[in-house]
Each structure stands twice: as C-alpha cells, then as structure tokens.
C-alpha cells in the first residue's frame, strides 16, 4: 500500500445518447473537440495541471477508442511507476454481474483501487465537461473549512436554474438544502458534477449505501451524507464551464473558440491542454483554398472555402466547397463543390461532390425521429457515414451508416428526416 494525498477518479463510462449518431460506436469523452483534442483530455489536463498525478478512469460504453487514447498517460505526464493512469472497466466478481450501475456504482466497484493507494482525499470528476480549473485551491479551500464534502458549483440564470442539481448554502457556504432539478429554485447556485470527499466520509457511505439500484453520487451518496450529519460546502466557480452532454451544447462550445474574443482560450502558456499527438504532416491550404476564422489541424487539406468553423486532423476539403459554422472531425473526407452549413460530422466520413448539408431550400420542421436530439438546425451525421453524389439535405437531420442513392428520394433528404442505417 502507497499512501496519496488526493487521487482522482474520472467517471467516463457514459453512452453520451444525447449526442445522438455522434456516440453510436465511441464513448462520449473520446468524442473529438477543437480539432485536436478528445472531451476526456480536459479532466486530464485539468489534474496533471493542479499536481494530482494518480488518476482512475471508469470506462463502459464503447471503450475502445477511450482506451487507446488514454493508453499509459504518456501525454498527460501520468505514466508513473507508482500512481499514474489507470483505465477501470467493469469486472465480473461473486455474485455480481460487474457492470458499473450509476455514477456511484462505478465507484464503490473500485474500492480496492482506492484503498490502495490509501488517500486523505478522492476527487470525483465527470468526463464529459470542458472546462480549465485548479483542483489545488478547492482541495485547500475543503480544508480551511473543515468539510466533509466539497461540491463544485457555478452560478446560472436563475431561469435555467431549474436545469441543474441546485444547492443553497448559508453565509459560511456550508450546504443547508439541495434540490435537483426545481420547478421553484431557491438558489442559482448549480453543480458541477465535481465533488472532494474525505475519504473515509466517501468510503463509509458507499458501503452504507450498497443496496441502492442504481446508485447515484446525486440522489443517494450526498444526500445520504447530508442526512448523517457530514458537512458539506460549495466551492464556487467562476470561469468557463461547458457540459457538452448535447448535439448543440457541443456544437455551441466549439464555436466559442473561434469567436473573436474566445470565451474559452486553448492558447495560455500557463494552463496547457494536453491530447495524444500523432508525428503527422502539417495542414497544407490549396491555391484556390481559403480559411476564415476557424481552427484547422495537422494534415489536412483544404482546397475549398472554410469559414467559422472547427476542422480536425487529416481532413480534406475539396476544391470549390464551401463549410459554414460546422464541425468536421478527423479522417473525414469531403469532395468538390459541397456546401456544408451548421453540421457536425464524425470521423471518418466521406461526403462525394456536389452534396448540400444544411440547405434552407425546405420548410422548417422538427426533427421526426428524436427531436429532444436533432434540433437547432444543425446536420449530424455519425462516424463512419456515406452519403453519395449530389444528395441535398435540409436542417435538424440525422444521418449514420453506408447510405446509397436509393435512400434518398428525388436526392433529398428534407428538413427534420433522419436516415439511419
């Protein structure tokens, strides 16, 4: 047994269905942002930067990706001898199917991992936020007010507040109620989903709190510890916080970089953000290519016109194209004289000549397929998608799979439709 101050663990199981065609094959934090990095690398960052140097990652859903981008934590400065990252899958034991059952859950199932390392400290995180902080200075503010627990919070509107987990704190910040998801909130003050525990306090109530189905850091673990007397404060957080759990959420952050004024820098020499880097060519831009305001990575090629918009690693634009306010992820191909408008395409994709996404030629309509999803005007289509010569497509699309000119009548795909395969 070692003994750590604080170590870290980084719930990144989750299937991300908000995200829609985005996850059907990869984990929500291995999702592509920025045209560089993947969701995950921002947590990690985030630890590596504030000295934590022991990191535990949960993973379930479509781990593959995750996993070999993870890989030892070369990156991230965490391939340790002794702490380090290490990647935690379910594991089948007595009596126990292994699958991780709530954020909780997936916890209480590496308490061995945990008493390993035997800390005064466990810092829990989400894998699905983007976001710069300094864990250092919540994990003293825990201790110069004696908590028990310490939930990061930030304030919102209060008209969204009804949104979140809110807490309401006295003058002293100690916690005195929660509500989750209120129709009448009492406070603006929202979690953040990231919580510094005392071990013991942590361990105690996972152990106490076993039985529960689904157990949940939200609806049983805090509460639970509320209930018996632990005190809990709110640390509060003042800059740039982004839960990228949605299509537009994540279309949304990804224009902030691009912004005239960043409302999110990826630039600060103080505060790096670190990714698993491939020894690729540079981009090369074509004598008919243009790009305005947008952020482009390493080996692609544009021969097209790209304006206002996020484009990844080994991307090729054709020539006479034109991308608008979209997302291009890595590996994506895109032929001659294409219009893409507010689109967010995965990897590995391939669009032939002449296709039209985002076209404002059809009516406007909602989403038929799962509109809670596909709304805001934006086109998605999933990883490893076709979509064949001369195709149009309209707004608030879905679209995933191999799809041939057959799957489209009339060679459109009307606003609001979705094409899955």
């Not at 969701?39 to 479509?62: A, E, H, K, R």
């Not at 008493?115 to 250092?136: A, C, F, Q, R, T």
């Not at 206002?308 to 992820?329: P, Q, R, T």
Request: net charge negative; proline share 5%; aromatic share 10%.
């Amino acid at each position: 047994m070692v003994k750590k101050e604080m170590i870290a663990m980084l719930l990144a199981g989750g299937q991300g269905s908000r995200l829609g065609v985005l996850t059907s094959k990869t984990a929500k934090p291995a999702v592509s942002f920025g045209g560089k990095y993947r969701i995950i690398d921002f947590p990690l960052s985030n630890c590596i930067n504030s000295g934590i140097d022991t990191v535990g990652v949960m993973t379930q859903y479509m781990p593959l990706k995750l996993n070999q981008h993870v890989g030892i934590g070369i990156p991230w400065d965490l391939d340790r001898n002794v702490g380090g990252v290490t990647v935690l899958s379910p594991y089948e034991s007595s009596g126990k199917s292994g699958y991780f059952a709530g954020t909780a859950d997936a916890i209480y199932q590496n308490l061995e991992y945990m008493d390993y390392y035997n800390p005064d400290y466990v810092l829990i995180l989400s894998g699905d936020h983007i976001y710069k902080m300094d864990y250092e200075l919540m994990l003293e503010n825990h201790k110069q007010k004696g908590a028990a627990i310490s939930i990061a919070a930030m304030e919102v509107p209060m008209e969204e507040a009804s949104r979140f987990g809110i807490v309401v704190t006295d003058d002293n910040d100690t916690i005195v109620e929660f509500q989750e998801k209120p129709k009448v909130p009492k406070s603006n003050k929202a979690s953040m989903g990231i919580y510094i525990f005392d071990y013991k306090v942590l361990k105690n109530a996972l152990l106490a709190c076993e039985h529960i189905p689904n157990l949940d850091f939200g609806m049983h673990v805090i509460p639970y510890c509320f209930e018996n007397g632990n005190k809990i404060i709110s640390y509060e957080f003042q800059g740039y916080w982004k839960d990228v759990g949605t299509l537009s959420s994540y279309w949304e952050a990804n224009m902030d970089l691009i912004s005239l004024i960043p409302e999110f820098n990826l630039y600060e020499e103080y505060w790096r953000v670190y990714t698993k880097s491939e020894s690729i060519p540079p981009m090369f831009v074509g004598e008919n290519g243009a790009i305005k305001g947008s952020i482009v990575g390493d080996e692609s090629e544009i021969y097209g016109t790209v304006e206002n918009s996020v484009i990844g690693s080994d991307v090729i634009i054709g020539e006479g194209s034109v991308v608008k306010d979209s997302i291009i992820m890595n590996h994506t191909r895109i032929g001659e004289n294409v219009i893409i408008d507010k689109a967010v395409i995965a990897e590995n994709c391939e669009i032939e000549d002449k296709v039209v996404l985002g076209s404002a030629d059809f009516e406007d309509a909602e989403n038929t397929f799962a509109p809670h999803i596909y709304n805001h005007g934006l086109v998605a289509v999933g990883q490893n998608s076709y979509i064949p010569y001369k195709v149009k497509v309209g707004k608030n699309v879905a679209i995933f799979g191999k799809t041939t000119p057959e799957d489209y009548p009339n060679r459109e795909l009307p606003t609001g439709e979705a094409l899955i395969k």
